[in-house]
């Protein structure tokens, strides 16, 4: 191979080989992101939620990009039992500052981390959340305790509009 | 009988000439050469072609009047329940018929495992059907999809799911498997058109599975090789046509007792809840088919650990032609093996049991047990079968394992019978 001259022949296969092999892989994506979320699903990519009907120790559920998000306004005993937990003891450390803005309020994505099931509020060990699906346990600030899912219940990018409303997403 | 198809037409002469397909067609099903032991374990080949084509007819009527919309699919199939002529019927036929067709290759594949169809030559020949079972698979799972149910729905969200358990692009590859940012329309469209196009390629591969069959020709419960046209081999038909076709009028009595006095039987009552995006069912279980690997994707603690165990536990059966390391392929003359494989069956078997209970407790530590034994038998026993087994001498013919002693005597002595 190597004593042979490189030909005309030879550059004329490579050039024409590697346009085929670039043009055919770049004809790939349009097929393959078309799959990807489209602009109507991204559209929906932000919802206002009005706080004001939600008394301490009440949750609420809304759609966010067709996920559930929970909306719960914790209650003192809450506040204080996630904030006095070291983070020594926890799967996924995360201090609960970082999960709440304003600690009374709990915004998160109601999906458990672990195969996407729903979890069951104010229920397992940890009196947070329990997913009935695989048996994982959630803190009254989210965070996995115990179980099979590897991360801490997911916080949305959202913000306080003024001191009733949030902006999810 | 002749190899070749002689038309007896003249409209027949001129088209084989042109294009030999009936000679081809005639040439595997007609004369083609077949142990003349086979017993009835042999008869799922066939069952499984019914099967299949018996998904594809009903499956192209019922998609005439489904939708594959989020908000109208539910309503579409409780219209296929209610309005549409014979609608229950069909629909009743292609639920029940996913199972039985499991059932039927869960059988076909014991048998190969039993008398060892899958070593030297017939290698490829299970490969392939490695293939068509995982296909099967998809197209069982994307299938239960459609109806969307709440436990179609959450079937998919919990199988969906697995693909977040892929490090650094898991969450990118979920969303564009969704189309979304969670199960919905969208990924609803394209199962309803992947669960149409498989089958279609399940079909091309099962005529590669029985080309590659025609190759070396069919196992044995004997294991042992048959001269092609000698004494213990005899033509396809009527021999096996006719035991074939025996042995699927007996799967059609059970096939029909499904449809017609237990049709939900084997479903899951949540299925008739349309599906709601904001409440998991109770307790998810798929399919009774998919249970023993549920159970393996359960019994580890590690997420991305449960997808790659369940992953490996069906593509650990592609390699089985090499970690069998005996020569001897029926289990009759394997001692050993013969202990095993019942052990193994009865295993998955327990395995698909623990897939249907809580994983809590003693359930999960049973779980991991059966578990680590499924995939031992594979990597540890096997293996070392091969090695250790004393096997037991093999016949000669296939006739020689049912001569009596007097006439075993008289071969001996040369005398003809």
Redesign the interface.
């Known amino acids: 191979m190597s004593d042979k001259p490189v030909t005309r022949r030879n550059f004329l296969y490579i050039t024409t080989g590697t346009f085929t092999a670039a043009g055919a892989a770049s004809l790939v994506w349009p097929f393959?992101d078309q799959?990807?979320?489209?602009a109507s699903?991204k559209a929906l990519a932000s919802t206002e939620v009005d706080l004001r009907p939600i008394a301490p120790g009440q949750s609420i559920?809304v759609?966010w990009?067709?996920?559930?998000v929970f909306i719960r306004r914790r209650t003192p005993e809450e506040i204080s039992e996630a904030k006095a937990v070291s983070l020594d003891e926890l799967p996924d450390p995360q201090d609960d500052a970082a999960r709440a803005k304003n600690p009374e309020w709990l915004v998160m994505v109601g999906?458990c981390t672990?195969?996407?099931?729903?979890p069951l509020g104010q229920k397992g060990e940890y009196n947070g959340w329990f997913?009935?699906?695989?048996?994982s346990h959630y803190d009254t600030s989210g965070r996995i305790r115990k179980g099979?899912?590897?991360t801490n219940l997911e916080i949305p990018d959202y913000v306080f509009l003024n001191d009733n409303t949030i902006k999810i997403g | 009988m002749s190899d070749n198809y002689v038309p007896k037409s003249a409209v027949g002469k001129w088209f084989n000439e042109r294009l030999p397909l009936l000679d081809l067609i005639y040439g595997h099903l007609m004369p083609y050469p077949t142990p003349k032991n086979l017993n009835y374990f042999w008869t799922f080949g066939g069952i499984l072609t019914f099967c299949l084509v018996t998904q594809i007819i009903t499956g192209l009527v019922l998609a005439m009047h489904y939708v594959a919309d989020a908000d109208l699919a539910f309503a579409s199939v409780e219209h296929i329940m209610r309005d549409v002529n014979y609608g229950w019927l069909l629909r009743y036929i292609h639920a029940n018929g996913a199972s039985l067709f499991f059932m039927a290759v869960y059988i076909h594949m014991a048998r190969s495992m039993f008398y060892g169809s899958y070593k030297e030559p017939r290698e490829l020949i299970w490969i392939i059907g490695v293939f068509i079972f995982l296909l099967m698979i998809a197209t069982a799972f994307m299938g239960y999809v459609l109806p969307w149910g709440q436990m179609s729905f959450?079937g998919a969200?919990?199988i969906?799911?697995?693909f977040?358990a892929i490090p650094i692009v898991g969450e990118s590859v979920t969303?564009?498997?969704?189309?979304?940012?969670?199960?919905?329309s969208?990924l609803l469209t394209?199962f309803f058109t992947l669960h149409y196009l498989m089958p279609f390629l399940i079909f091309a591969l099962v005529i590669l599975h029985v080309w590659a069959l025609h190759v070396p020709g069919n196992n044995n419960p004997e294991g042992i090789d048959v001269v092609k046209g000698s004494q213990d081999t005899v033509p396809f038909h009527p021999h096996y046509v006719v035991k074939d076709l025996f042995a699927l009028v007996v799967f059609l009595i059970i096939f029909a007792g499904f449809v017609f006095f237990v049709p939900n039987l084997l479903g899951h009552t949540d299925n008739y809840i349309q599906a709601n995006?904001?409440?998991?069912p109770?307790?998810?279980v798929p399919e009774w088919y998919f249970l023993p690997f549920y159970a393996i994707l359960?019994a580890?603690?590690?997420?991305?650990g449960?997808v790659i165990l369940m992953v490996s536990a069906i593509a650990i059966l592609a390699f089985l032609p090499w970690l069998d390391t005996s020569k001897v392929r029926s289990a009759k003359y394997r001692p050993l093996y013969k202990q095993f494989v019942w052990l193994f069956f009865a295993n998955t078997i327990f395995l698909g049991y623990l897939g249907a209970q809580?994983?809590?407790g003693l359930f999960l530590i049973m779980g991991r047990i059966a578990t680590v034994y499924y995939f031992a038998h594979f990597i540890v026993i096997l293996p070392l079968l091969g090695y250790i087994e004393k096997t037991k001498p093999l016949p000669k013919s296939l006739s020689e394992p049912v001569l009596t002693k007097e006439e075993k005597e008289m071969l001996a002595s040369g005398a003809t019978t």
Request: aromatic share 6%.
């Open positions: 393959v799959m990807n979320p489209d699903v559920t759609l990009r067709g996920k559930p999906i672990h195969l996407g099931c729903i997913c009935p699906c695989h048996g099979p899912a590897p | 959450w969200t919990v969906t799911n697995l977040s969303n564009w498997l969704w189309g979304g940012y969670a199960v919905g969208p394209r995006p904001l409440q998991t109770e307790h998810i359960r580890v603690p590690d997420k991305l449960g809580v994983a809590d």
